[in-house]
RNA sequence: CGGGAAGUAGCGCAGCCCGGUAGCGCGCUUCGUUCGGGACGAAGAGGUCGCGGGUUCAAGUCCCGCCUUCCCGACCA
């Protein structure tokens, strides 16, 4: 590690303020990491842990959410927020709890969820006999148990049914921020938790029209939100009916690929019909002064998305965060011996972390002492962060400042003059590499298949999405899943016809479907 | 929920087969030298050995039950 010091030292000498392509690359992080060709999913897990972003609780299959990883579901979640308020929603709130009741009501709804839903049976505890215990009071048995909200269709339809009587009353454009709960088998780290946050809409219209335009309009929003913010590349689409939401008469949605060849849900918007509406009973008298049932929609994305963004960025180093959604966004870091030195580039330090901040820049000056450079170098690094400067005493001789992003790992030697701007274009670069770098991979990623042995060798060789064409039948559906693990990620929304045969039972098909593994 | 593996200091692990004083590396504390890619030396602190029973003079070690995590299936966002 001296010598590669040592050369690099020399090299920035003969080339100051020239480029100086491909970092050091640091042999310590193998010791901490699994690389992604290694064990994909250990070096997942690992990064989520060493990134800080959430850890497992002492409840099974529930994390907790740590800071860093919080810092980041926030401003996803404020974004997010901005974006619904500004396409007319409101946010409310509705109970954790649920009367077991209310789930019978829509047949396809209690099958899709019954199955891992936590049940309250009792109110309160006590202590046991021997008085060493508290145990479960048997005496206060709830009449009717409640259900802890995998999802808030039920309560919110009913609680609806008193909100509307006229057509004046509609729409109702209403999200809400929430933990729900899912009884999980098997559980990682925001993929899938027993408990999860997320935001579920719930509209209420008076026309079908109107509805559907609302499902499509929000799937709009998720795309918008996971193309530029999260840098992901999405495609539109709609489920089959094998994976349609329980109670949904259409469900759309966007799936976006990782870096392993896996397809991952990133969000749903669903077309309810009127199927909520009439189980709750839910009506409004129309301008002709007849009685209809609502048209209902819900969409909803949750941390699950943290988990689509480390993986479809980070590297072996690390996390990778896109700049926008970036807690920290620059990092500064001073290299000093004294401490008359790192006065004198505090100084320096303190004013370009003011000129970044003017344009609205997250920025960390790191000035503690307790650590050395190089660690600081390391931690920023495999948390992300988008771009690092390093000032040193060299620097504040030619007016230098060192720059390296994330992205690429490459430093470059700045100027100092007019940092802030070009630290913003970096910024602004990296935002846009991390993208194009995603939708290359994709495009690379995604094939046509016409027979099943082309079908099949693509699922199991090369990973990514396949069009190919499919019967329409669940049944077909089912037998490729069975035999190859594949699913109907989704029907293109765009309607691009064109004949041709199942590549399953060779019947005749309108259009491609996209398949792939998924998470 | 089925099959496999693991749980010993904050983290990573050895010790268990063959019962008898709880160990190593990293991290942590103090001091000194260092500081442009995870510094070095010296001296320290830190443990109900996952939890609960049992066998035994004696259990980290043997036996039984449970909990948690990871991997593979079924289920699922």
Not at 204 to 217: C, G, V
Not at 448 to 476: C, L, M, Q, S
Request: aromatic share 12%; charged share 30%.
């Amino acid at each position: 590690m001296n010598i590669l010091l040592f050369l690099c030292l020399l090299l920035r000498k003969h080339i100051s303020n020239v480029k100086i392509a491909n970092i050091i690359p640091y042999g310590n992080m193998a010791k901490e990491f699994s690389t992604r060709a290694e064990n994909y999913s250990q070096w997942y897990n690992d990064l989520v842990i060493k990134a800080d972003l959430a850890e497992n609780s002492a409840v099974r299959g529930c994390m907790v959410i740590k800071p860093y990883g919080f810092a980041i579901w926030e401003k996803m979640r404020d974004v997010l927020d901005g974006m619904f308020k500004d396409t007319g929603h409101s946010n409310a709130y509705f109970p954790l709890f649920i009367p077991k009741s209310f789930f019978n009501k829509e047949a396809a709804h209690v099958e899709g969820f019954a199955k891992e839903c936590a049940v309250v049976t009792h109110y309160r505890l006590k202590n046991s006999e021997d008085g060493k215990d508290i145990v479960v009071d048997e005496n206060a048995r709830l009449e009717e148990e409640l259900i802890v909200r995998p999802t808030s269709e039920t309560i919110i339809w009913d609680t609806y049914r008193n909100w509307i009587q006229s057509y004046r009353d509609l729409p109702i454009l209403v999200n809400q921020w929430a933990n729900v709960v899912r009884w999980e088998m098997r559980t990682r780290l925001f993929l899938r938790t027993a408990e999860f946050l997320w935001q579920e809409g719930h509209t209420a219209h008076a026309t079908k029209e109107e509805a559907i335009a609302e499902t499509k309009q929000m799937l709009d929003v998720y795309a918008d939100f996971a193309e530029n913010w999260m840098a992901l590349p999405v495609m539109k689409g709609t489920k089959s009916p094998n994976e349609r939401f329980a109670g949904a008469v259409e469900t759309y949605c966007i799936e976006s690929l990782m870096q392993d060849g896996k397809a991952l849900q990133a969000g749903t918007s669903h077309f309810l019909g009127q199927n909520f509406a009439k189980a709750f009973d839910v009506k409004f008298l129309n301008q002709q002064n007849q009685q209809e049932y609502v048209w209902a929609t819900s969409w909803g994305v949750s941390t699950r998305l943290m988990g689509a963004l480390i993986m479809a960025h980070s590297d072996d180093n690390g996390l990778v965060l896109p700049p926008k959604l970036a807690p920290t966004q620059v990092a500064i870091v001073p290299i000093f011996k004294s401490k008359e030195q790192l006065e004198k580039i505090s100084e320096k330090a303190v004013a370009i972390k003011k000129e970044l901040q003017a344009k609205g820049i997250k920025v960390k000056y790191d000035d503690r002492d307790t650590y050395k450079p190089g660690w600081k170098f390391s931690e920023y690094e495999f948390k992300g962060v988008p771009v690092r400067l390093a000032i040193g005493p060299r620097d504040l001789e030619n007016g230098t400042i060192e720059v390296a992003r994330r992205d690429t790992l490459e430093k470059e030697i700045y100027q100092q003059s007019d940092i802030a701007n070009k630290v913003e274009h970096l910024l602004d670069k990296i935002q846009n590499n991390l993208y194009q770098r995603a939708f290359s991979f994709r495009e690379d990623k995604t094939f046509k298949a016409d027979t099943w042995e082309e079908f099949r060798d693509i699922v199991e060789n090369k990973g990514g999405f396949v069009y190919a064409h499919w019967d329409g039948t669940p049944e077909t559906e089912q037998k490729i899943k069975d035999e190859t693990k594949a699913t109907i990620r989704l029907i293109p929304l765009d309607d691009k016809r064109e004949e041709g045969k199942c590549i399953y039972t060779g019947k005749p098909s309108e259009r491609r479907v996209v398949f792939a593994r998924a998470y």
